[in-house]
């Protein structure tokens, strides 16, 4: 990695560390490696903007940069500001912590693995998750940067496992920051960081899995069907599960299952409205009128129902997109214990057309509970949506 993109690493950091900062003043907690007396909120605020700014250029234009082609980037605006600032950085703080020891679990220099060591250190904030964060793996991947968090191990189990020992060894370096740093913090980052990477890579994603289990035979028998299945539109409303950056699986069921009927029947198609943690109030509001515009003609809720109003919000829905000549349909949720949902969903679909798809009732007399939940025992394993998108393209075909 040459000098200049080392330094768009180090701008980073420097814009993720004054977010945190800010974070640890809100907090009220005196942590001493988070002063930053220097400089203002204002003056912090400032930088997290001109990070903002510089992972959101066209990394075609940096790239040009870097290579010291003719380029319409100008340093002087983002990237001098950020290298610039002066802002302490202690070799305590989880960005140089997690540098090190990447760089001696994975054998190279320590300047290669910085970029993944700053996706490090904002993920262990959580605030970002969805948006920022997101954006940074982006930017690095379209720098052409490698970001090595797979190669900690050959399998999920195996990786897993190596980010709980690594996790032990950092926490106990880590200063007391404005997030938890502990063992399983750092072990869950690791496994958020090797899904997200993976998919937006492409090096396992929905369609990496499907090809996978195309050649299974359990999937084997069902193409002929799949390929008979009339031109369609479908529609999966969804919380976390369903959602593409969910960070437990390298791919949620349902896009496993949108990626395999787009090699065998590219006539039925898929469109994904989500939203974590989303209830049917919350679903109605946000895509009631733009799934009946979408006019599918089938819709799949995997929403959370758990009590009477979610009951009677799910039901209007099914109403509402019955009448338009939708068949519903909703997934059970046995698995993560506050957001168990069966007999919510048997109580609308008793006063409504809803058909209940209880994949999570099929899976559970195959596996044992433990493998299909994940670090945070709420999101499923890959094992899960590997599974739980065979059925699901059962039932589509049912």
């Known amino acids: 990695m040459n000098t200049k993109l080392q330094d ?4 980073s950091i420097v814009g993720t560390h004054a977010f945190e900062v800010l974070k640890a003043r809100k ?23 001109h990070q903002r700014f510089l992972i959101r250029t066209d990394p075609k234009v940096l790239l040009a940069w870097t290579e010291g082609r003719p380029s319409a980037f100008d340093p002087s605006k983002h990237l001098a500001p950020l290298l610039g600032a ?3 950085l202690s ?19 320590a300047e290669d693995v910085l970029p993944a060591a700053n996706l490090f250190q904002m993920t262990l904030e959580i605030d970002r998750d969805g948006d920022v964060l997101q954006e940074l793996i982006e930017f690095y991947l379209g720098l052409r940067i490698p970001l090595p968090v797979e190669e900690i191990g050959p399998s ?10 690594l996790g032990k060894k950092m926490a106990a370096e880590t200063c007391p920051s404005p997030f938890s740093t502990d063992a399983a913090s750092w072990q869950i980052t690791g496994m958020k960081l090797v899904h ?22 359990a999937l084997q028998a069902l193409l002929p069907e799949l390929k008979k299945m009339p031109a369609q539109r479908i529609a999966v409303v969804g919380h976390s599960y369903t959602m593409f950056v969910q960070w437990s699986t390298p791919a949620p069921f349902t896009w ?104 999570e009732g099929i899976l559970q007399s195959s596996h044992p509970k433990q493998d299909f939940i994940s670090l945070d025992g709420i999101h499923p394993t890959e094992l899960y949506h590997r599974l739980a998108a065979v059925e699901l393209l059962k039932a589509m075909h049912g």
């Open 8 to 11: 768009i690493a180090r701008a």
């Open 91 to 109: 070799d305590r703080l989880p960005i140089y912590v997690a540098q090190r020891h990447l760089a001696q679990a994975l054998g190279v220099p």
């Open 156 to 165: 999920d189990d195996q990786r897993q496992q190596r980010f709980l020992e």
């Open 86 to 88: 002066a802002l302490p």
């Open 27 to 49: 907090s009220g907690a005196n942590l001493e490696d988070y002063r930053a007396e220097g400089l203002t909120d204002k003056d912090l605020n400032a930088l997290v903007e």
């Open 256 to 359: 496993i299952a949108k990626a395999v009927l787009e090699k065998v029947n590219p006539g039925v198609s898929f469109l994904h409205f989500g939203g974590g943690s989303m209830s049917p109030a919350t679903a109605s509001r946000l895509y009631r009128d733009i799934v009946l515009e979408y006019k599918p003609a089938q819709v799949y809720f995997y929403l959370v129902v758990i009590t009477e109003q979610d009951v009677a919000d799910l039901a209007l829905l099914v109403r509402a997109f019955t009448n338009a000549g939708i068949s519903c349909n909703a997934f059970t949720q046995r698995y993560a214990k506050d957001y168990q949902n069966v007999n919510c969903l048997k109580q609308v679909a008793a006063i409504t057309p809803l058909h209940i798809v209880d994949i």
């Open 196 to 217: 997200w990477v993976g998919k937006k890579a492409g090096t396992c994603d929905h369609r990496t899995i499907a090809a996978e289990i195309m050649r299974q035979p």
